[in-house]
């Protein structure tokens, strides 16, 4: 099979489908239609009759069954989406942390939240939101990572929807989801190999402080007020 064979079923996946906030560009996919091109793909692949063959013996189903078994399974067993929660997010240096400076980190997200959210309805925080908290600080200069990957981390920190077309909640990140995407944010930038994790984790994720002596919540989410985020060597702030 050739790559130019799926971008045809890729096209044929998205062809009829008119743009929307929750059926995105005709380049991306949502979750029904990969599950769509899998089966496109597993019926090209190993349903097209041999030189020998006017009709092929395999099946749809045993079609999707070897593409999933013999040849994606192996793949998608080596990733878990856990196990960076389980290694250096969910541990107690990380919680202290957070712990400590739960007043800044409440007050960065008020701050940064609502600009979409409808009268009577809890705040959220959006890509946009969560974008212009990021690349407005100065987490960023120096590092490994730019903008563009502001997005994904905001992505993988968002809980998975059942039925992401039905509604936005995918694009709207609650308090919980934000804790979590300001530690991938500080283990993205991290400047440790992962063995030194997640012990090193805590110094790099948010140790946040107002620049002021004054630890008052309403001074911290003043317009123009800045929280520090301290990491070993050197601290950045959020404006």
Known sequence: MKLSDIDLEFTATKAGFKKNNLN???WWLVRYQLMEILVR???K???KPTRNERISKVTPIEAVSTLFEVQLLPHFKKHNCNKWRKEFCWVQEVDEAFQDHLDEVH????KFSGKYSKPGKNPFMS???FSTLITNSSILEGKSIGSGEVGSLFNVAMMTQVKELDNERHME?????FVEAICRVAFKIQEFPEKYLPNRL???MAKLEPKSSSNNLDNVSKKGSAVNIIVPENSVSFY
């Open 41 to 43: 793909i597993a019926l």
């Open 202 to 204: 805590r110094y790099q």
């Open 127 to 129: 890509l946009d939101e």
């Open 45 to 47: 692949k190993f349903t």
């Open 173 to 177: 990140m609650g308090f919980l989801e």
């Open 24 to 26: 995105p560009e005709k």
């Open 107 to 110: 007050a960065l997200f008020d």
